[in-house]
């Protein structure tokens, strides 16, 4: 087994994996060669991001994640996250806290807007800001009735996220706005959000929100 460490060079990369932000400042790789069964030599490598959380000493080996397990957040020459890669590192957190639960024998429902705020407070540690666009972010939703009067929720991987119900259309509408203003409040006015639907029900209703 032979070890090396690559050091990396400014601008720095700033990554993201299983909770923990750090700033990918060099890569240790693992290698072994072995001959397989069919005789074939094989080399099997692991890399693993070395980084330096912030105002802390550099040199961290995130011995539990390899370069392939992380998402890049941003470079340090450009502070800004873009929204959809935020949101899916939400959903990653569900993902994530569901197995650990499984693995204990409990369920404990968990939604990606429960984790933007935790995640948002620490992503401003190190003075991230979001990305803005310059089109607004077409959101799909479905509108339709249910037991207790109206529901909408938001279909497919967005940048949020949300499953309400009320009495009427009207007070559905009411919702589904300030749904609207606290996640562009949320990405601090970095994007505009724009709804949208199929449904023959949600299409005029979206039309007038």
């Not at 032979?2 to 890569?27: M, R, S, V």
């Not at 089109?135 to 799909?140: F, G, I, L, R, W």
């Not at 529901?151 to 009207?170: C, D, H, R, W, Y």
């Amino acid at each position: 087994m032979e070890t090396q460490i690559l050091n990396l060079k400014a601008p720095f990369d700033y990554i993201y994996c299983n909770g923990e932000i750090g700033k990918h400042i060099a890569t240790y790789i693992v290698g072994e060669g072995k001959v397989g069964e069919d005789g074939m030599y094989e080399l099997e490598t692991h890399s693993h991001p070395i980084v330096q959380y912030h105002h802390t000493p550099r040199g961290v080996v995130w011995n539990r994640a390899e370069l392939t397990d992380c998402e890049v957040l941003c470079s340090e020459d450009d502070m800004r996250v873009d929204p959809y890669i935020f949101f899916l590192l939400c959903y990653q957190l569900c993902e994530m806290k569901e197995k650990v639960a499984e693995s204990k024998g409990e369920y404990s429902p968990y939604t990606p807007e429960d984790e933007a705020e935790p995640l948002k407070e620490k992503l401003g540690v190190y003075g991230f800001r979001f990305k803005p666009y310059d089109e607004p972010v077409e959101v799909d939703i479905e509108v339709n009735t249910c037991s207790e009067g109206y529901f909408a929720q938001v279909l497919g991987p967005s940048i949020l996220n949300f499953n309400v119900v009320e009495a009427t259309l009207e007070d559905l509408a009411t919702r589904i706005t300030e749904e609207r203003q606290y996640w562009e409040e949320f990405y601090d006015h970095a994007v505009k959000i724009k709804f949208s639907s199929e449904s023959s029900l949600a299409k005029g209703f979206v039309e007038n929100l």
